[in-house]
Antibody, heavy 120, light 110 residues
Framework: QVQLVQSGAEVKKPGASVKVSCTAS????????IHWVRQAPGQGLEWMGI????????NYAQRFQGRVTMTSDTSTSTVYMELSSLRSEDTAVYSC?????????????WGQGTLVTVSS | QSALTQPASVSGSPGQSITISCTGT?????????VSWYQQHPGKAPKLMIY???KRPSGVSNRFSGSKSGNTASLTISGLQAEDEADYYC??????????FGGGTKLTVL
């Protein structure tokens, strides 16, 4: 079965960077687009960006341009999301979500989420 | 890209039907048939309930249905059940080749 397994919780200081991983299994890694979505405590879902693991092309939400970098490693079937210049407002659960193409332009598989806490 | 507009909360009694609206613009909801809906229980990952405005993934109850008119999409849940109590989010593909979510709607089953 399709699984997206993310790295563990992180605590970072303001100004630092965080890198969250998402390891895929149960399908051919390069055939699903991977999105990153975050959810601040008690808040709604926010789309951050998308990466095509086949080739590594990306598209980021405008508000994260210049601060987010998404990469993929086909040798380990892992996608990474790095967010820099962290501030307290970046405290959130960060989730990867797979777009298989069966459900067009939708997120049909989700990782378990990674809590990133930004605090001095 | 502004978030899509959803009501903050809706409620209904078991067996009833409810509808959640999701309003965007011609650059997102109105411009593409790529609206999807997600159910999220507390502490859990979102679950895809509807895609392409009105299609249900395998395994999703046919009590869930979607539609769209102009810049507004809707999710209808019929025959409400206690386990339907959750947060619901709409999402749309946009003209910038990005995605946008709605602010979310808390469904309470009375």
């Amino acid at each position: 079965q399709v699984q997206l397994v993310q790295s563990g919780a992180e605590v970072k200081k303001p100004g630092a960077s965080v890198k969250v991983s998402c390891t895929a299994s149960g399908y051919t890694f390069t055939t699903y687009y991977i999105h990153w979505v975050r959810q601040a405590p008690g808040q709604g879902l926010e789309w951050m960006g998308i990466i095509n693991p086949s080739g590594g092309s990306t598209n980021y939400a405008q508000r994260f341009q210049g601060r987010v970098t998404m990469t993929s490693d086909t040798s380990t079937s892992t996608v990474y999301m790095e967010l820099s210049s962290l501030r307290s407002e970046d405290t959130a659960v960060y989730s990867c979500a797979g777009e298989s193409g069966v459900a067009t332009k939708a997120f049909d598989y989700w990782g378990q989420g990674t809590l990133v806490t930004v605090s001095s | 890209q502004s978030a899509l507009t959803q009501p903050a909360s809706v409620s209904g009694s078991p067996g009833q039907s409810i509808t959640i609206s999701c309003t965007g613009t011609s650059s997102d909801v109105g411009g593409y048939n790529y609206v999807s809906w997600y159910q999220q229980h507390p502490g859990k990952a979102p679950k895809l309930m509807i895609y392409d405005v009105s299609k249900r993934p395998s395994g999703v109850s046919n009590r869930f249905s979607g539609s769209k008119s102009g810049n507004t999409a809707s999710l209808t849940i019929s025959g409400l059940q206690a386990e339907d109590e959750a947060d619901y989010y709409c999402s749309s593909y946009t003209s910038s080749s990005t995605w946008v979510f709605g602010g979310g709607t808390k469904l309470t089953v009375l």
